[in-house]
């Protein structure tokens, strides 16, 4: 990987992203269309990491929970962590504002019905939003998606903030609920 003072070294276009490298033979670990989104889940777990809160995070079900949580229920998420060694698990969407709503709205029942299957074991499921290019702010999607998280009534499980927020205070009162989309909550309150 080359960062800023290596990129003046490079002939071509200066950007702020890295560029990435592989051996040959091997796959990068990062595809050039989910780039940003996997910085962004990075940006998310060094905020939670600063906490020293952060006692698990994780990419990928394993072997066990793949057949038991994606294939049953679809539930596929960005990042799964957990606080201070507690049984509450929570859920990461990094929403880049490139899905619609019915995508979004799919996405909600997949959680639901694992939730309902599974009544004893909670989680919470935390959206982050940013703009996308010119079509919208960041305001404007967490806006938009609060209504589909209402329509789900699932209380304070599915909550919403702001990606540039979360990364400055994961933990704060930054998470906006659908039981009040005026106010803010914070994690460690649930």
């Not at 051996?23 to 990068?28: A, D, E, F, I, W």
Request: glycine share 4%.
């Amino acid at each position: 990987m080359v960062r800023d003072r290596e990129l003046a070294k490079h002939p071509g276009p200066k950007t702020q992203d890295p560029t990435l490298f592989s051996l040959p033979g091997k796959r990068r670990p990062i595809n050039d269309w989910n780039r940003s989104h996997e910085l962004d889940c990075a940006d998310v777990f060094v905020a939670l990491q600063r906490t020293g809160r952060l006692s698990h995070w994780q990419k990928y079900w394993s072997d066990e929970e793949y057949h038991l949580y994606l294939k049953r229920f679809g539930v596929e998420f960005d990042r799964r962590f957990e606080l201070d060694g507690s049984d509450q698990v929570f859920f990461l969407e990094v929403d880049r504002g490139t899905e619609d709503i019915a995508t979004i709205r799919k996405k909600i029942q997949c959680y639901v019905r694992l939730s309902q299957a599974y009544p004893d074991e909670r989680f919470t499921v935390l959206f982050t939003v940013q703009g996308y290019r010119y079509h919208y702010d960041d305001l404007s999607r967490q806006n938009e998606l609060l209504p589909v998280l209402a329509e789900a009534k699932r209380s304070n499980q599915l909550l919403v903030a702001v990606q540039t927020d979360v990364v400055e205070d994961p933990l704060g009162p930054i998470w906006t609920t659908p039981l009040d989309p005026t106010g803010k909550i914070d994690l460690l309150a649930l």
